[in-house]
């Protein structure tokens, strides 16, 4: 006698482009994590806490996408460990996108505004859905975005999804996928498309 298996696993690829213009400079391109706190999400998103009332344990769906300079792939640590950019965003570049356990981005960067007004995290567009299995995040970064002011040149190397739970206004929210790439050095001549599928 046989037994079969099934099991329910969450896949994630992710595009990263560097635009000039609608010209492609630079990209990157990988598999990330679907984080122990995505999966937690996950499992009360599709749970009803109270069924004769519908009460649920959470609502909140994908919403955002954040930037860092940290994770282990960065390979610009002189330009990051140097201000404005130490300042600014520090931390150590320690973590990995293989290890569910991580919360956050390591070193996140602000998409606009100073210590007055601060944006850390941007809305993505509408979801669409490839397959019946998948679920496609977009999100244009514009060269005035992460890329401003004082941060001239600034070596991308993490990103990450947030809930509509999170706060743009702060940094160090708690993510549901994490990724760290190789280092897009993110300049106000450029925009960032991100294209982030879940597969389920």
């Not at 344990?57 to 792939?73: A, E, K, T």
Request: aromatic share 10%.
């Amino acid at each position: 006698m046989s037994t079969c298996k099934d099991s329910i696993s969450v896949e994630s690829n992710l595009s990263l482009t560097l635009l000039d213009n609608g010209k492609v400079v630079d990209e990157r391109v990988g598999h990330n994590i679907f984080l122990d706190i995505g999966r937690e999400w996950l499992a009360h998103l599709i749970a009803y806490k109270t069924p004769s009332t519908l009460e649920t344990f959470r609502d909140d769906r994908v919403l955002y996408m954040g930037l860092g300079i940290g994770g282990n792939r960065q390979l610009a640590l002189s330009t990051a460990n140097t201000p404005p950019l130490s300042t600014s965003y520090p931390g150590t570049n320690i973590q990995s996108d293989t290890n569910p356990k991580v919360q956050r981005l390591e070193r996140p960067v602000r998409l606009e505004g100073d210590y007055s007004g601060e944006v850390w995290l941007g809305v993505i567009q509408p979801a669409t859905f490839p397959s019946g299995r998948e679920v496609q995040f977009r999100r244009s970064f514009g060269i005035n975005e992460a890329s401003y002011g004082l941060y001239l040149s600034v070596p991308l190397s993490e990103v990450a999804l947030f809930t509509q739970e999170a706060n743009p206004l702060i940094k160090g929210n708690k993510a549901i996928a994490y990724d760290t790439f190789d280092t897009l050095s993110k300049t106000n001549a450029f925009d960032l498309e991100i294209s982030w599928t879940l597969r389920f």
